[in-house]
């Protein structure tokens, strides 16, 4: 069995880890490019949204590498992300690909069948092994969502030019190269210690811009054609509102526990989102909201195109953004190979937040 | 010796060229069809304008703005690369200094920009919908035989309405072919295009925003008196149409060209006789990964002036040799 996975954003190296303790051999995809958009897109319905053709084009791809297996996580969430799994099954059994898929979804009512899929999976019926396996991947990934987050924080700053890339793409080598959660926990631990050692001008004048939008779209890279490297470059601070970390932790245990960050985030919701619409719109509405208070300069919705949750959470951005007084920019996203039009619009976006923040300092100086 | 600065707008349909004296007075505009070979027609129309210029002048700066703004940067070097929004901003506040809304319709898009107390506070900018555009006006023009200077003085002339779906410019064609075999007159016809343009402008990109008056209508499309009189019905109130409309993202990026030289004290534009160097471009699809950029290579007088293209740097990061610049 020879176990592959989709792409997001860099949670392929957690679950690197993750099979590596379980002592599963898997195939990562080659990085989401070109190619993979378009094996993908040849291959997948028309109007359907970005992620699930980039999706099909990595399965693609890990599979001329010799994949037999692919894992896909479910969702419940009343989107279409929730029939990916089918339609992505459909699609590879009509192309003729003889490989077995896997469905990881919450475990609503039937836990046996859950634990019965994990521990395929796995390969062992040890509970004890996978749950230790589980938990040491997912302190991977916290790590290295925190890891991503500084990056995103502090490049604005640099006093040297591309030290904070170099010192992030070195460490991102070192973890592929490694073996093993306890390895990468090591590799992230230093490499946080070293970020901190990075020189910051902290006296430049930086704006803060925080992401929202549809998941896919804020954390791959690939997908938003990086755009946290953009803004950073244009001398921006830039703020993810979602992570691959969150999303696990909120898959596993269940949305509707009601963890007290997500609580917060629907309570600012509240005035314009009362119920889950699907997606994350209720999620984009409520940090929206959330950004402002915490005096950010502006905020960015990204979304794939056709994306159904985003376009209701977009039709209230306008109110919002009368109302709490705070610049909202919406990208919608497809498979455009060319960044002229998303550049022109972001390069206009920050000096539009530019110039408002110099006008509110001068005003407060007059007065 | 007259002081001036130079404002250049490469845009997909028109290529613009304008002059300014140190206060902000356009002295001279150039208007030319980009016909797909920005190079080509930055060349002509730097050459021309110098030739108009005569020898007695001497550029302070320029700044270059439209989406082959980068392009004419590294081709004539620039003060300031602006994009289009702001440039078009900057301008249109340079003329009227309390407008309150821009609708700006070029050849391949259109922007809707809100100002409030000076300063840019909301905009939307549409590509994706041909509907919307001067290439549209264009074709339909072409279609019907008319010149498009003429096409919005005959739109003024019709005396009843014939309503055409806008939203969609193949919609809106096979609408438009419809009214005709019906045997309406062309007057209507294209007064009824005229407003079904206005119409899904303000649909599309006026959605939940609020246009407040004074309105600046500019770019190329503006030069169309049908669309001025329908976005006034439209909106009910005046629609102020400035005299240099059509090169508005040049003036702003001049505007701005002239404060960034103020602050660093010199230009970085390469003279006027850069009119007369050769430039080439030639592009090759990198291979180190699957992404298979398609990296451009850009030569100013047989020297390598730039590169770009790349996801990753590797070509556009590297500098260019010393020699290489001091050459160009």
Redo the contacts between chains.
């Keep these: 069995m020879k176990i592959t996975f989709p792409h997001i954003g860099n949670s392929y190296i957690p679950i690197k880890a993750l099979f590596e303790d379980l002592g599963v051999e898997t195939v990562i995809p080659?990085?989401s490019?070109?190619?993979?958009l378009e094996l993908g897109t040849k291959n997948a319905p028309e109007l359907i949204c970005l992620p699930l053709k980039i999706n099909l084009g990595n399965y693609i791809e890990s599979i001329a590498k010799g994949a037999d297996t692919i894992i896909i996580t479910g969702g419940c969430g009343p989107c279409r992300f929730g029939y990916y799994c089918e339609v992505q099954k459909e699609i590879l059994k009509d192309m003729g690909y003889d490989v077995d898929i896997i469905v990881l979804e919450a475990p609503e009512g039937n836990k046996k069948e859950f634990i019965r899929r994990v521990s395929k999976i796995a390969n062992t019926k040890n509970i004890v092994k996978i749950s230790k396996s589980l938990k040491n991947a997912i302190t991977v990934l916290k790590k290295l969502n925190a890891l991503e987050e500084m990056v995103l924080k502090a490049r604005p700053y640099e006093v040297h030019e591309n030290e904070v890339d170099k010192l992030y793409n070195n460490f991102i080598d070192k973890l592929e190269k490694s073996r093993g959660s306890r390895e990468m926990i090591n590799h992230l631990n230093n490499a946080v210690e070293m970020m901190k050692e990075i020189k910051l001008d902290k006296n430049r004048e930086v704006l803060r811009v925080g992401i929202v939008g549809e998941i896919y779209a804020v954390i791959d890279d690939y997908c938003n054609f990086d755009i946290g490297k953009k803004l950073n470059k244009m001398g921006v601070e830039v703020h993810k509102s979602l992570s691959t970390g969150e999303w696990i932790t909120e898959m596993l245990l269940f949305r509707s526990m009601g963890m007290s960050k997500e609580m917060k985030i629907w309570e600012a919701a509240n005035p314009y989102i009362k119920t889950c619409i699907g997606g994350h719109a209720r999620e984009t509405v409520g940090n929206t909201v959330l950004y402002s208070k915490e005096e950010y300069d502006g905020v960015i919705q990204l979304m794939p195109f056709t994306c159904m949750p985003e376009i209701v959470a977009m039709?209230m951005m306008?109110?919002i953004?009368e109302e709490k007084n705070i610049?909202i920019l919406t990208l919608i996203i497809d498979e455009m190979t060319g960044e002229?039009?998303y550049?022109?619009?972001l390069?206009?976006?920050i000096?539009?937040l530019r110039?408002?923040k110099d006008?509110r300092i001068s005003q407060t100086v007059d007065s | 010796m007259k002081e001036i600065y130079l404002g250049v707008d490469v845009g997909s349909v028109s290529t613009n060229v304008i002059v300014m004296d140190s206060d902000n007075n356009v002295i001279d505009t150039l208007y030319i069809r980009t016909k797909g070979k920005p190079i080509e027609a930055l060349k002509m129309g730097l050459g021309q304008m110098k030739s108009r210029l005569g020898e007695n002048v001497k550029v302070l700066g320029l700044g270059t703005t439209g989406s082959g703004r980068h392009l004419a940067a590294t081709m004539l070097g620039a003060d300031i690369v602006k994009n289009e929004i702001t440039a078009h901003g900057v301008a249109a506040l340079n003329i009227v200094p309390n407008v309150n809304t821009i609708i700006e319709i070029g050849g391949q898009d259109s922007k809707i920009i809100l100002l409030r107390d000076g300063i840019i506070y909301d905009f939307a900018m549409n590509t994706v919908c041909a509907a919307g555009t001067g290439s549209f006006l264009d074709r339909q023009a072409e279609r019907l035989g008319i010149p498009i200077q003429e096409f919005g003085s005959l739109a003024l002339k019709s005396k009843s309405t014939v309503r055409i779906a806008g939203r969609c410019a193949v919609f809106a064609e096979s609408d438009m072919i419809h009214k005709q075999q019906l045997g309406h007159n062309q007057e209507d016809i294209i007064n009824g295009l005229c407003e079904a343009m206005a119409r899904n402008y303000l649909n599309n990109l006026g959605k939940g925003k609020e246009l407040k008056p004074p309105v600046i209508f500019q770019g190329g499309v503006a030069a169309n008196i049908g669309i001025k009189k329908a976005f006034e019905e439209l909106l009910g109130c005046e629609i102020i149409v400035p005299k240099y409309a059509s090169v508005m993202g040049a003036i702003g990026a001049c505007i701005l060209a002239k404060e960034e030289v103020k602050k660093r004290g010199k230009t970085k534009f390469l003279g006027l006789n850069i009119a007369d160097s050769s430039f080439n471009v030639q592009s090759f699809e990198c291979d180190s990964c699957p992404n298979m950029c398609e990296v451009v290579k850009f030569y100013r007088d047989e020297n390598l002036a730039a590169r770009w293209g790349d996801k990753c740097g590797k070509w556009s990061n590297v500098q260019i040799s010393q020699n290489d610049e001091k050459l160009a």
């Design positions: 080659p990085k490019s070109k190619k993979t039709s306008p109110s953004q610049p002229a039009g550049l022109t619009r390069e206009a976006f000096d539009l110039n408002r006008k």
